[in-house]
Structure formats: structure tokens, C-alpha cells
């Protein structure tokens, strides 16, 4: 498995642009809540819990990035967390309502997303690699930790792979 560096290195090549990063600001997250919202209706009985896709989602999401960094891993099982709460919201709608705002949200996180990458002017990272599907999220919170002065050693480590931050 690549450690924590690897991954983000990696991501962050496809990433130098200033205002490729700003719109993953947005894009990001709400692709994230879109996928919770619509995991939200799977919903699978175990005992006297009821857990849904969105669960098992976040679950395994939470793990993977735990492995790669307890603290990052841990804040952002606080974050989704928080998102599945207003998504199961979403998944409690109608079908025509809950797909509308789920299939919209989705959509409009990915339009985010593609302009940032014209700005960049490269594909986005998953196109090379899956994996960075599930990056995506965590890289987003290490740029917005970076911008607050923080993990700055993983900040330059990622630097040194993927090169500086463009205007």
C-alpha cells in the first residue's frame, strides 16, 4: 500500500493550479454528500440496527484513511460522519425528490470539478488512477489544513512530488 506522501503526491500532480484546488473546495464535498445521499436508501437490517449504504461507505473510507494517517483519518470521520446526518435526511424523500437533489448535487459537484481541471489544464487523477477517487476528499482536507498553517511537513513532502501550488 503507498503511504500517506505516495498518495497525496500523487493526487497533488493533477492538483498545482490554485484555482483547480478552489473548486474542489466544492466540487468535492458535494460529490461526497451526493454518493451518501443515494447510498442512504440501501438499507440493510442487522439485529435491531438499521445500517445503510452510506455507512458501510463511510466505514470503509474511514478505515482506509486511518491507515494512512490517524489524525487525518480521524478528522475526517468526523466529517462524514456529519454529512451522513443531513444525507439520511435526503434518502428519507420521495424517490422523485431524492434523486433529483442527489443526481443534481452530483452532477453540479462533477461541472466543479471539470472546470477546475480546463483551469489546470490536465485530466482529473482518477482517470490514471481509481484510487484517487477515494483521495480526493482527504486532499482537499490537507490543503484546507495547509492553508491554516498546518501539517506543514506533509505539505512540503507533497511538494517535493508533486511540485509547488501555481497562482
Keep these: 500500500m503507498k503511504t500517506l506522501e505516495q498518495q497525496l503526491g500523487n493526487y497533488g500532480l493533477y492538483h498545482r493550479s490554485k484555482r483547480n484546488v478552489l473548486t474542489h473546495f466544492f466540487g468535492i464535498p458535494l460529490i461526497v454528500f451526493a454518493v451518501l445521499c443515494l ?28 491507515m494512512l494517517s490517524f489524525s487525518l483519518g480521524m478528522i475526517m470521520a468526523v466529517i462524514l460522519a456529519l454529512m451522513v ?3 439520511s435526511l ?10 433529483s437533489m442527489s443526481i443534481g448535487i452530483f452532477v ?19 482517470v490514471d488512477d481509481i484510487v484517487g477517487l477515494i483521495i480526493g476528499p482527504l486532499y482537499v482536507l490537507a490543503e484546507a489544513l495547509f492553508m491554516l498553517g498546518l ?6 513532502k507533497i511538494e517535493v512530488i508533486a511540485g509547488p501550488t501555481k497562482p
Design 90 to 99: 435526503v434518502s428519507q424523500l420521495s424517490v422523485y425528490e431524492w434523486l
Design 39 to 66: 447510498l442512504g436508501r440501501i438499507e440493510i437490517p442487522l439485529a435491531s440496527y438499521l445500517i445503510t449504504g452510506a455507512h458501510i461507505a463511510v466505514t470503509a473510507s474511514v478505515i482506509y484513511y486511518l
Design 108 to 126: 453540479f459537484g462533477w461541472i466543479l470539478q471539470f472546470i477546475g481541471h480546463y483551469f489546470e489544464g490536465k485530466k482529473p487523477a482518477f
Design 85 to 87: 446526518l443531513p444525507a
Design 151 to 156: 501539517y506543514r511537513d506533509l505539505e512540503q
